[in-house]
């Protein structure tokens, strides 16, 4: 074989490895042939061949870094997630013997946090798999969302009545771990309930409907669980205004100025739909003729498509 | 594990396809897709990212029908290959009732295979199962790219290096032409159904 046979044969062999999708490999071996002709100065066409060579280094060097690039998962079709619900088994310690937190705990391993999310949250009701739940929810706002979503979620349970203070620490405890192993310097044995700062609204103000009335569940309060109805007083863009009666007391002390308010059904003379709303505004009338009653102002944060 | 209901007489097993990146996992998959069909009793689900990597998993559902009474159902997995979906290939792998690992036969893949053929003694160890007992045969793949001018490792190089403790059923094959597809997945099956029925008497 001659030496420019020898490279034809190499260069070959490198663009079958790439062919093959072996990246590394294919690189390596335009590596090796570029030495390879430059211990050749009489090679003919020498400097064209190596010219090429160089772009193909870094085209495929290119690819390499591409897909070395850390990527979302992406999200997958019901039936896909059902099989990938499945692979945790109830007999897996983790899973405490429930098939239902070992299916949460799969979607979160796919990368599925929305699913997996809601998953957990539903379990949030269930004594032995509350706290697991609780931590998972928080491992999973550290993943898709970063540190500030899982703070922000544990704020919520602290003005929360869900979780009891003994729980509430054990979940501070995991969330002060899931921040240390991020390497995210932040404290947060100190952190106490307080208003959620104002989220911007994902909605375009041109696109929402007029809305004649709202329905949610209170989160806390006596009055806890109990959907209520209020119609909307007057709408700003995507903030409503309600009144709230004086005479509606464990409403008035079930919402407060920063809480969230998840699965608020609007009701529009068209369409219904439902989505997030934030509270921005709670606060008592002091004068005219509906004094003593309150001013209930709810920002559409998010509306749910499907 | 193996779902078996001797009441209705079903038997459900997972087998799952092991190997390197690009070693051709998904490829065997595709094929037993087509040439199977009257095997196939679902569709077959692939999730895979650019430069069609799999990135967790693909699934193909099979159903062998009645064997020695039991109505005999296969569920097909692989896992993805690349070394950083190490936990995802750790989920796949749960609950596996035998394994195929499917060996790249170009000499550049040599310790990619060692290195995957590690990874799953290691995993498989995490899950209380030794890789000298669950039903487990080699795929020597891409055996064709001989002809295309590849320099491949000898079978006998492949099976001295991965198969010399294991001592497992060995198959020379081309998942793109299918060659040696059927009679590796033939193999794993019923090494399957032989280990499930000493643990199980299913057939009795």
Known sequence: MTFGEKIKALLQEAELYRGQGLLNEALEKFKSIEKFIQKAPKLKNRDKILSKIAVKKKAISAEIKNFRKPKKAPRVSDKARELMKGMFEAGDPKTKGSAALGGAISLKGFGQYDKAIKEFTTLLAFDPFRLDAAGHILDCLMDDSGPDAAISRFKEWLSDTAFTSGELDKIRSRLQALLDKAGVKKDVSGLQAGPLPEPDSEVDEDDILDINSIRFKLAKGAQKGEEIELDVNYQSGCVLNVIVSKKEKGVIEGIKTGDMMNDIVFYSPVAIFSGTGYVSDMTGIKSGPKKGDYSLSVKIIRILTG | MAVINLKN???????????????????????????????????????????????????????????????????????????????????????????????????????????????????????????????????????????KGFPLMSTDQMNKELNRQLKAPTFEASALSGDGVGATLTKCMKLTLQHLQKEFKWAQ
């Not at chain 2, 097993?13 to 087509?34: A, D, M, Q, S, W």
């Open chain 2, 9 to 147: 007489r079903e038997i459900e097993c997972k087998i799952v396809y092991y190997g390197p990146g690009r070693c051709g996992k998904t490829t065997n998959l595709e094929y037993i897709h087509k040439a199977f069909k009257r095997q196939v009793t679902g569709e077959m689900i692939s999730i895979d990212t650019d430069g069609d990597r799999t990135l967790f998993f693909d699934f193909l559902p099979l159903g062998l029908g009645k064997i020695k009474g039991c109505d005999v159902k296969v569920q097909l997995y692989t896992v993805p290959g690349q070394v950083q979906y190490r936990s995802t290939r750790k989920l796949v792998l749960k609950g596996a009732d035998a394994i195929i690992f499917v060996a790249d036969s170009l000499k550049v893949r040599r310790e990619k295979n060692m290195i995957s053929l590690k990874d799953l003694h290691g995993n498989l160890k995490e899950t209380g199962i030794s890789i000298l007992k669950i039903p487990l045969v080699l795929q020597f793949n891409k055996r064709d790219l001989a002809s």
